[in-house]
């Protein structure tokens, strides 16, 4: 009967195996051990002293208590499944071996039932380890992809940690930034204010000596006009002594006619004052009927003669041709008369400098400091239309100087850019007089030029 030793060592190498993977006591993986090594020398007993019928009944003692073990111990819980597959050999191993204890002759005559029982219950326990030993396996795999899980959870878990960590400094680091960053856009807002304002002061000073000397005409008529009209009171006087009614009749209205040439050039050095503090003050953003053509003429006199009492050599020709038919339109015109100056101003500009660049030039090669070369700016005024069929208001400032290399040609409208030296400007002129051409008024600025012969600006605003 060598079936319930080998069975029993297969069960119990199973079953502590099977144990240790599910992490049961180590109290009873001990226990099982021994009873193994017991077993194994009861079985050697056996072989050397013939005992069959003492040790028969101690491996069914051993099973039967394995599966009671099983079925009540707590820690064993796990292999009950296990121990049912052994249930049905113990069960018809047991029965046969007390058939033959008890009654030899019916052992024989049921052995081959008892030996075809055994077999199929092997058979079933062979069955049943190989099935539950892939479960164990698909469990082992289940738990291992869980435990994997589980590990994976912990990883991301510190992962998130850290990661939450880092980007809680970054954000730190970026509302540092934000900070700084609109800490520097408040005093660059604070400097482009600075430097706007000292641009119109720029171009206020450039107004002032211009302003002056237009100022100075009508003021010259009205103390002209004055004088002239007390002394003519004084004639009326010596007419009404001497009751010459006629002559005091003629001297009334002498006096009435320069008293109105006293009220058109007094309303004319207003006009002027008026523009200059127009010129001076925050734009008003209200937009009103302007006349283009009264506007070019005043600033254009104006910048020549502020160029003039600066500089007495400065010199050039002044043209012009407006446009009568051209109406009043819808601008801003402290805005407009801006632009106009600051274009005026730059066109007399670049036609002095390349004069000077001649005359310098003809001096180096030793021929006559005159040179046949005549400064020119041109202001036209037109009324045309567009593709669209809309009436627009174009002027023109034209200029006969050295034009605009073609590398720079897109750069000319950016803030901050400028061709002149150090202290000549701050390169905000041509910026300001784009915005209020194209954003305050929807009209279109824009320059052509050629190299050596000169440029033409043109603004175009809608009527």
């Not at 008892?114 to 062979?126: M, Q």
């Not at 940690?161 to 880092?166: F, R």
């Amino acid at each position: 009967m060598l079936a319930e030793p080998i069975l029993s060592f297969l069960l119990v190498k199973s079953a502590q195996k099977f144990l240790s993977k599910t992490n049961a006591s180590q109290k009873w993986l001990e226990l099982s051990k021994w009873l193994l090594y017991g077993i194994v020398a009861f079985f050697i007993i056996e072989k050397i002293f013939h005992l069959e019928k003492v040790t028969i009944w101690i491996w069914h003692a051993f099973l039967i208590g394995l599966i009671i073990a099983s079925l009540t111990v707590k820690e064993l819980k796990s292999l009950r499944t296990f121990m049912w597959a052994f249930l049905p050999f113990v069960v018809l191993s047991f029965a046969a071996n007390l058939t033959e204890a008890i009654n030899k002759t019916t052992y024989k005559k049921f052995e081959d039932y008892f030996d075809v029982g055994i077999a199929f219950s092997i058979v079933w326990l062979i069955a049943m380890i190989i099935s539950s030993t892939k479960q164990q396996k698909a469990l082992q795999k289940a738990n291992e992809k869980a435990l994997a899980e589980e590990e994976q959870k912990k990883w991301m878990t510190i992962k998130k940690e850290e990661l939450e960590k880092v980007v809680a400094e970054r954000t730190s680091k970026l509302q540092e930034q934000k900070k700084e960053i609109e800490n520097n856009l408040t005093e660059l807002k604070a400097t482009q204010s600075q430097l706007i304002h000292a641009e119109k002061m720029a171009s206020l000073g450039e107004l002032t000596a211009g302003i002056a000397h237009e100022i100075q005409n009508p003021l010259n008529f009205v103390n002209n006009f004055s004088e002239l009209n007390s002394e003519l009171i004084h004639e009326m006087n010596v007419a009404l002594t001497a009751g010459d009614i006629e002559e005091v009749k003629m001297i009334a209205n002498d006096i009435n006619e320069n008293e109105k040439k006293i009220i058109f050039h007094g309303k004319r050095a207003s006009d002027i004052v008026k523009g200059m503090l127009q010129h001076s003050r925050a734009s008003s953003s209200v937009k009103e009927p302007t006349d283009i053509n009264a506007l070019c003429d005043e600033y254009f006199r104006l910048a020549y003669h502020g160029l003039r009492a600066k500089d007495k050599s400065f010199n050039a020709t002044m043209k012009t041709e407006y446009d009568p038919s051209l109406e009043k339109i819808n601008a801003i015109p402290q805005d407009i008369g801006r632009v106009i100056l600051n274009l005026i101003t730059n066109a007399f500009y670049v036609v002095e400098e390349k004069k000077t660049n001649l005359i310098n030039a003809a001096k180096m090669q030793g021929e006559t400091a005159q040179v046949n070369y005549e400064p020119t700016v041109t202001v036209v005024t037109k009324k045309i239309h567009d593709e669209q069929g809309r009436d627009r208001a174009e002027i023109k400032i034209i200029d006969n100087g050295s034009g605009i290399p073609q590398k720079i040609i897109e750069k000319i409208f950016l803030p901050f850019f400028t061709t002149k030296p150090t202290g000549k400007g701050t390169g905000l002129g041509l910026s300001m007089s784009y915005d209020i051409v194209t954003k305050a008024h929807g009209g279109e600025l824009t320059v052509t030029t050629q190299e050596g012969e000169g440029t033409e600006f043109t603004i175009s605003l809608p009527i």
